[in-house]
């Protein structure tokens, strides 16, 4: 094992690392922008160095200061958490030939799921469902539109490069088409690198089910159970749970089975997520994308089965072997907390004046701030993600009701308020809902 290790990220999954590196009796290393020097992850790191102005690509994302600051700290491996360089195969090739561990899956890896042409491709090579959709790149509308006539409406336009589901549209005739392309092409140009759309047959009122998968150093991919993240706003997660309330047990194992296989067509190592879209109605899944890093929504699984996913990645990255029991139990629901407006979903940052975190039996809260710190404008608005356990679903809604009321705020906009409109409503408590849920609730 490593003996220390920096932390190539921010905010609340920084902060989250660094607990479980030192938990390990291993040196954790910060970096930071000048923007975030007043922040928990800061002070709470052995050693934190300032990478630069609040700007990403002065700071965060400029590969050469991050590998400096892992150099000069004496660095033996590097976890990048999510977002920024968790998934850019260039970076981890970098860092392998600094001579500096990388916590992930092989570059290689990273570059093969990365492209969702390309993953969408071997994936239906190595048996996982995927819908019917575009096996090569469109570039232009021309062939969207050809393209549209073969598969048929509705249509899921996404870019072919990038996550997080940044640039999705839904067409459901030519014109919605047109639309959903330029919003596509926009956003590939800004985020993918590559003007490449990928053009798959909708799922009307699916269910957006992802499978963690853990790829360890003898070859074996373990699948530790499902997260359900319907509840969402433009393509973005907002709630996750597991086990997902809309999936019969059948349907389960097929989806278990399908990430294992999906993890063994790339040699894959480390933590990793399977995405699948879900027709509830038929009890079916299609493949969406595989995320080769650590999810936003890891701790629902780490609560139903006691599996620290971060140590596991630090052990599979030091060359460790490991025997698991991951087997899920009960039932964990996670809310992410952001600084936004809870009814239109548009980002408030601000000094924060008051912060006081719920507790109980149950209660998770992974926090990137505290009291008289301020949510700047310069990152994603995550704020915190408010975790509850139960042994069944409805203990854990009665504790989320609990800790959502406990959660206090003030200062910059959050979506609180949201979070608790959402455990009163019908379709969210009875589990029918889908992805559609709050585009209905904020009709």
């Known amino acids: 094992m490593f003996e220390s290790v920096l932390v190539a990220n921010r905010g609340e999954i920084a902060r989250r690392i660094i607990r479980t590196v030192q938990r390990m009796g291993l040196r954790a290393i910060a970096v930071y922008s000048e ?17 630069g102005p609040a700007n990403p690509a002065q700071s965060y994302l400029d590969a050469e200061k991050v590998l400096r600051a892992a150099r000069e700290s004496g660095a033996q491996a590097i976890h990048p958490g999510y977002g920024f360089f968790s998934e850019n195969a260039a970076f981890a090739r970098a860092v392998a030939e600094a001579g500096i561990v990388w916590i992930g899956p092989s570059p290689e890896a990273i570059e093969r799921m990365g492209d ?8 239906e090579e190595a048996g996982v469902p995927v819908a019917a959709g575009t096996r090569t790149p469109v570039t232009d509308l021309e062939q969207a539109v050809a393209a549209a006539e073969e598969i048929g409406y509705p249509l899921m336009v996404k870019t072919a490069g990038g996550g997080g589901g940044i640039g999705m549209g839904v067409a459901h005739d030519a014109e919605g088409l047109a639309k959903a392309f330029e919003q596509a092409s926009r956003a590939a140009a800004r985020f993918g690198g590559t003007p490449a759309i990928l053009l798959e047959h909708y799922i009307e009122r699916a ?6 998968i853990l790829g360890l150093t003898d070859g074996t991919v373990l699948a530790l ?20 309330p809309g999936i019969t047990q ?12 999906a993890g063994e067509a790339v040699g894959y190592l480390g933590a990793g997520t399977v995405e699948c879209l879900v027709d509830a109605d038929k009890q079916d899944f299609v493949f969406l994308e595989m995320n080769t890093r650590l999810q936003v929504e890891h701790p629902v699984t780490e609560l139903v089965t006691g599996v620290d996913l971060v140590e596991q990645q630090l052990r599979i990255a030091a060359g460790e072997r490991t025997d698991l029991d991951a087997t899920p139990r009960g039932h964990a629901i996670e809310f992410r907390v952001y600084a936004e407006d809870p009814k239109r979903f548009f980002p408030g940052p601000g000094k924060i004046a008051v912060w006081s975190e719920p507790s109980g039996e149950g209660v998770r809260v992974d926090s990137g701030y505290t009291e008289g710190n301020t949510v700047t404008p310069f ?7 408010l975790c509850v356990y139960g042994q069944t679903r409805a203990e854990a809604l009665e504790r989320a009701r609990g800790a959502v009321a406990d959660f206090k705020v003030e200062g910059p906009k959050n979506n609180l308020p949201f979070c608790a409109e959402l455990l009163e409503h019908p379709e969210f408590v009875d589990g029918s809902y889908d992805t559609g849920l709050v585009s209905r609730m904020r009709a």
């Open 379 to 385: 990152y994603d608005p995550l704020m915190a993600k």
């Open 207 to 212: 269910r957006h089910v992802e499978v963690q």
């Open 250 to 261: 059948e349907l389960r194992e097929r989806m278990l089975a399908a990430a294992v296989r």
């Open 116 to 123: 969702k042409i390309n993953a969408r491709n071997l994936m």
């Open 225 to 244: 159970g499902e997260r359900d993240c319907s509840v969402q706003r433009r393509h973005q997660k907002v709630v996750e749970e597991s086990p997902s």
């Open 35 to 51: 923007a975030d020097a007043d922040l928990p992850f800061v002070r709470e790191a052995d050693e934190a160095i300032l990478l």
